[in-house]
């Protein structure tokens, strides 16, 4: 009698405030070294009335979450359904810039792209999303993007929740706006007014009596989250962008930027079968400059989720799994990081436009393609400080590298905030100096980017690139092709089209199919040409292969024919 008095209860409480939930959305899994990623145009129903026009990839909106084991080699095949060109960066992830799916590695509607690289990054949770200059605000407001899990012997060693969808959570937060046919807005707007936790709108999730790890990824726009509990328990970070805390770290309290990720476990074990908490943001009262923190309900800088505090998610408490985490480990894996003295170079970004009517920069200058605005030599170790006295907040992030944050203008850095980084708060007012070592890859024309993570801004031109060269000058060796340097075979070819160089030293830094008329059909990056290029979906007719030289970076063109 007393429990149906209290279920009556919560029911009346649940309708008189109109909550009802949808259960969190666990993207799929994909694993092993192929990874195929259709992107495409599609719809999802994401509200009452008209579906919302979405992209996905593979997926109505969003991707598979993709499982790399570190030392794995990993081939990406990138399909571009879409109406519209667009790119895939792997963020966080060293490796090639020609593979880094920046906003020089254009993927056009209809091609296949296919970068390749050994995974060297630790255990953590990183994602991929388009990066098209000017694009990717609209690009990621559709949908577009993914998760990246990376598990390595280090990770696997610990006592720690890792099944995926049951004690191993994957959340990426988000939000929109939607006009009156349930269209996405994405011009000039930098927050949304409506929750997406993983593409769900009021999300809702059973969670098990036990320590649960929880992998947070902020995908907005430009809004920040300051995450915590309902009951204001304490929870633990146990990793950061690039990798595992050398030990968990105690808080009730997190601001995840636009970019950061954050993992963390959380421990249900004391919690009742049947209650209920929320996971929350906590925006309301924030300093100016925190983004989210404005006022205004409405507008170009405004949203009805500023500067409130709003779930992200709800959670159910249910039964205890077998073979549960209860403890929370004491320590995590052992970190040598960089410090400040280990630079020899220094470089400095600053923060600069943003008056009214005019986008914000850095160092004075909006981003072109064809500006290198920084060099770094190979293998250096680098200090950079990137400085805001500007009159908002920004999210810095950095391709190729992890860095580590040695230094805050404002005081300390933050424990929460020690471990490698690849996206990092800057606040008004506030220099932040981090050092990172940018070895491995070297490259004379695909450059790596710097931004701010908040893609409207990042569209608007927030944005630089850096060349890393190599220390030995290259100059033109004796390995370069010349058109009389290859051959392909056989032709017409059926299934597998073969790269014959001459010279066996030389390589091969591009290759790229057209038709006849010009339209790129498949793009490979430094392609593996022993093993033949898979021409089998290909209709009959003929086709141009154009392969770049990998010392000149010169072009030569041969015809084809598919049967
Ligand atoms: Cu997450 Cu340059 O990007
Ligand atoms: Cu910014």
Not at 81 to 109: C, E, K, R
Request: proline share 5%.
């Amino acid at each position: 009698m007393k429990k149906t008095g209290i279920v009556f209860l919560l029911f009346i409480t649940s309708l008189l405030q109109g909550q009802t939930y949808n259960n969190l959305w666990i993207p799929d899994t994909i694993s092993g070294t192929q990874f195929n990623l259709n992107l495409k145009d599609t719809f999802a129903q994401l509200r009452p009335g008209n579906q919302t026009i979405t992209a996905g990839i593979n997926n109505k909106i969003w991707g598979p979450t993709l499982f790399f084991n570190k030392g794995d080699t990993v081939h990406m095949n990138v399909h571009n359904y879409l109406n519209d060109s667009t790119t895939i960066h792997w963020h966080g992830f060293h490796l090639p810039a020609v593979m880094d799916g920046g906003p020089h590695q254009i993927i056009p509607p209809g091609t296949i792209w296919k970068p390749y690289w050994k995974v060297s990054n630790n255990a953590s949770t990183y994602w991929y999303h388009p990066h098209l200059h000017t694009m990717t605000q609209e690009h990621l407001t559709k949908g577009l993007g993914g998760f990246i899990i990376v598990r390595d012997p280090q990770e696997r060693a610990l006592a720690i929740p890792r099944r995926y969808g049951i004690d191993d959570i994957p959340l990426v937060l988000t939000s929109r706006r939607y006009d009156a046919s349930n269209a996405f807005a994405y011009t000039n707007i930098a927050y949304g007014d409506y929750m997406l936790s993983n593409g769900t709108p009021s999300a809702q999730i059973s969670l098990p009596k036990q320590m649960v790890r929880l992998r947070i990824l902020n995908a907005e726009i430009e809004r920040g989250y300051d995450i915590g509990f309902s009951d204001n328990r304490t929870f633990y970070i146990i990793g950061n962008d690039g990798g595992l805390l050398n030990a968990p770290v105690p808080v009730t309290r997190v601001k995840l930027l636009v970019g950061e990720r954050i993992e963390i476990l959380v421990n249900f074990s004391n919690d009742v079968l049947g209650s209920s908490l929320d996971l929350k943001s906590y925006n309301a009262g924030q300093t100016f400059g925190f983004p989210g923190g404005e006022p205004s309900s409405s507008g170009p800088l405004g949203s009805l989720l500023n500067n409130t505090n709003f779930n992200v998610l709800h959670i159910n408490i249910g039964a205890q799994t077998a073979n549960p985490i209860t403890v929370l480990p004491t320590n995590l894996v052992n970190n040598t990081y960089w410090t400040a003295a280990d630079a020899t170079v220094n470089k400095s970004v600053n923060v600069t436009g943003g008056t009214p009517g005019n986008d914000f920069t850095l160092d004075n200058a909006s981003f072109a393609l064809s500006v290198i605005n920084k060099t770094v030599t190979l293998n250096s170790i680098e200090k950079w400080t990137i400085t805001n006295n500007n009159v908002f907040g920004h999210a810095f992030h950095i391709h190729d590298v992890e860095f580590k944050i040695v230094a805050r203008s404002s005081g300390t850095v933050g424990v929460h905030e020690s471990g490698w980084k690849d996206v990092v708060y800057l606040p008004k007012n506030e220099s932040v100096t981090f050092v990172a070592k940018f070895d491995d890859y070297a490259d004379t024309i695909h450059p790596f980017m710097y931004h701010c993570h908040f893609s409207n801004h990042e569209d608007g031109g927030m944005m630089g690139q850096f060349i890393v060269k190599s220390s030995v000058p290259t100059g033109l060796s004796a390995n370069e092709l010349t058109e009389s340097d290859f051959t392909i075979y056989p032709n017409p070819a059926n299934n597998k089209l073969f790269i014959n160089l001459s010279d066996l030293g030389a390589e091969v830094y591009y290759l790229r199919i057209t038709n006849v008329v010009g339209k790129t059909l498949y793009m490979l990056p430094k392609p593996q040409l022993t093993e033949g290029i898979d021409i089998s979906h290909f209709s009959p007719g003929v086709y141009m292969v154009q392969l770049t030289h990998n010392k000149t970076k010169k072009t030569t063109t041969k015809k084809f024919v598919k049967e």
